[in-house]
Every structure is written in structure tokens, then in C-alpha cells.
């Protein structure tokens, strides 16, 4: 998986951060057909993961070498256990996704980070009335940390008139939390259940709804 690319001294949950943009497609009948998201690793990730990788003179990474990263990252990001970060779902409906296309992965030498970008798309195109469809992305391990700061981080694409976008951030930990997850090894797995209980409901919400 991308959290086993980590670097191993990280002392505390969460061990990688990303930079996160998503965006909601829609399709030419007004349903929500795919996701598309573009994850901006931690320097530090990006740093420990080049390293070792034959590089040109301006630190530039070769063309086979980020797609070779794409498609390793895409695999393990399809593992049940992660399933892509990412759910979908209409009240207590979860909806399936279809396979991932469009993956790239980029290589700042300059900022020694790496960008991630794919489309995910729903297996089956979705219209969400006023009801809404409700994305939800998170790494229930708290392993990965994702912000979504940035002007312009969430969008809806082709929406028809009268669709909207609200965005929810996850509550923050309180101090005596922080502390305990500070004090976990670096290992996706090595949540205690009482705390796992936690940080699975640490998702950023995005809910999409039509008039």
C-alpha cells in the first residue's frame, strides 16, 4: 500500500499528510457519474519515497517510473482494507464505485512532492434529487491525514442548474487523544480498538443535492 512507502521513524498517528482536491462529475443526463482527486503528499513522504530512484539532473523522475507508481499505488488503493479512501453513499445506501481510470502520478523535485490523481467512478451514474449523495473520504487507520484548505479544493463539474455542494470537516481530537495516538509505532494495523472507534468517524463529508 502507499502507507507501507512511509517513512518508518514517524512517531505518531497520523504518519502522512495530504493535500486533497476532489471533484464531482456529472454526466449528460444530470447524475453524478465519478469522483476525480488529486492527493499532494507531505514532503517528507514525497522525500523518502523517491529516494534510491534514478532521477535527471533537475531531480525530474522518468515518465516509466511515475507510471509504474501509479499503477502499484492504484492496486493497493483498491485493496478491500482502504477501498481508495473514499465511500459513497444515498441515507443508508452505500453505492459501488466501478474500476479507477486516468491515474497519474507527478514528481515536484523543486517542493519534493508527489501528486496523485485518478477518477472514480460510480459503477452505476447517480441522480441525487434533493436527498444528495454523500462522499465521504478518510483513512479510518488515521495512518493517512487529508485537508481540504486549499481555494477551490472541492468543485462540482457539468452540474446541472440548481445543484449544490455542502462540505463537512471531521471534529477535532481532543488533547487526551492526540496524546494517545502520538504514542502508536508507526503501523497502520497497530490502532487499539477503542481508538480505531475514534478516528473511523474522522471522515471529511462532501453531500451533493439537486433541486
Not at 521513524?9 to 457519474?33: E, K, S, V, Y
Amino acid at each position: 500500500m502507499i502507507m507501507a512507502c512511509a517513512a518508518p521513524a514517524a512517531q505518531a498517528h497520523p504518519h502522512m499528510w495530504i493535500d486533497a482536491r476532489a471533484r464531482i462529475a456529472f454526466d449528460g443526463q444530470g447524475r453524478i457519474a465519478a469522483i476525480h482527486q488529486d492527493w499532494l503528499f507531505d514532503e517528507m513522504f514525497g522525500t523518502y519515497t523517491t529516494q534510491g530512484l534514478e532521477k535527471g539532473p533537475d531531480g525530474s523522475l522518468s515518465a516509466q517510473t511515475l507510471q509504474g507508481m501509479a499503477r502499484d499505488w492504484m492496486n493497493a488503493l483498491g485493496e478491500p482494507v482502504s477501498h481508495y479512501f473514499t465511500r459513497a453513499a444515498v441515507g443508508d445506501q452505500v453505492l459501488a464505485f466501478g474500476e479507477p481510470r486516468d491515474a497519474v502520478v507527478r514528481w515536484n523535485p523543486q517542493g519534493q512532492r508527489l501528486t496523485l490523481s485518478f477518477t472514480l467512478p460510480l459503477a452505476q451514474p447517480v441522480a441525487p434529487g434533493k436527498q444528495g449523495v454523500r462522499f465521504d473520504i478518510y483513512d479510518p487507520t488515521y495512518f493517512v491525514a487529508y485537508a481540504f484548505d486549499a481555494s477551490g479544493a472541492l468543485a462540482l463539474a457539468d452540474a446541472p442548474a440548481g445543484c449544490t455542494q455542502a462540505y463537512q470537516p471531521p471534529r477535532e481530537l481532543d488533547w487526551k487523544t492526540m496524546q494517545q495516538l502520538a504514542a502508536i509505532p508507526a503501523d497502520p494495523d497497530a490502532l487499539p480498538e477503542e481508538l480505531f472507534a475514534i478516528t473511523k468517524g474522522l471522515t471529511h463529508r462532501i453531500e451533493v443535492a439537486c433541486r
